[in-house]
């Protein structure tokens, strides 16, 4: 009978002393990172930075057309289109499987084939084939790497300045506008290297359809505006 009480006032002091600090600690962490922080980060965002905290999200007549952040697969040759997308989805008739899925924001990344994959080598001079018969290039024309190249998330909104340029002239017979127009409007949506150093000028594909959108409306066209 001593031993057990004895058993357990040492049960005790253990808990009390040690494990009881333990639990008040990991408590206390679980409610500062898992609770408190989570949260105070959120109310500072939607307050100071509130169309980033909510995803960047674009809007055309009250409608959600997309993020500036997540490129889109445009197919239409009255669109500027982005650069090629790598990202996988589930297979609608069989999930186990995965199926090409551009620009899918839930499954983001590149191919991961290396420089010597003549995977690779063969996508690339596919996509090149197929750019160049789209815009009316010449067989042995360069095209811009972004054109024929997936990047490293699948999901980038942005093009080159050297690649939207390639395009205006097939995008200008497709919407009977004159090239020139089209100019202007690529000028006015380009954008500069970040901090003046980092990357290279870019258009965000997106936005500069929409505003292709509201020059010239598309009336099939889901992004068509009735302005």
């Known amino acids: 009978m001593t031993t057990q009480m004895q058993t ?3 049960t005790a002091v253990l808990f009390k002393g040690l494990l009881r600090p333990v639990l008040v600690a990991a408590l206390l962490c679980l409610a500062l990172t898992g ?21 960047s999200l674009v809007q055309r007549n009250g409608l959600v057309v997309g ?20 990202t996988l989805g589930s297979d609608p008739l069989d999930p186990s499987k995965s199926v090409p899925q551009p620009y899918n924001a839930g ?12 995977k690779l080598l063969d996508s690339v001079a596919e996509r090149a ?8 290039l010449a067989a042995d024309s360069l ?17 080159s300045l050297a690649n939207a340029r390639l395009q205006l002239e097939r995008v200008a017979r497709a919407r009977h506008l ?10 006015a949506h380009s954008e500069s290297r970040t901090f003046g150093l980092l990357g290279e000028p870019r258009v965000n594909v997106l936005q500069l359809n929409l505003a292709l ?6 009336p099939a066209s889901p992004l068509a505006t009735s302005e």
Do not use: C, K, W
Not at 129 to 136: P, S
């Open 8 to 10: 357990q006032g040492t």
């Open 35 to 55: 609770l408190a922080y989570p949260l105070a980060t959120t109310l500072l965002a939607n307050l100071l930075f509130p169309f980033q905290a909510q995803g």
């Open 67 to 86: 993020s500036s952040l997540i490129g889109q697969a445009f197919q239409r040759p009255e669109y500027f289109q982005g650069r090629p997308s790598m």
């Open 107 to 118: 499954a983001s990344g590149a191919s991961n084939l290396g420089p010597t994959s003549q």
């Open 129 to 136: 084939r197929t750019y160049r018969q789209l815009n009316g």
């Open 143 to 159: 095209v811009p790497v972004d054109a024929v190249t997936a990047s490293a998330s699948g999901l980038d909104p942005h093009i």
């Open 178 to 187: 004159p090239p020139g127009e089209l100019q202007a409007l690529l000028q």
């Open 213 to 218: 959108d509201a020059l010239a409306p598309m």
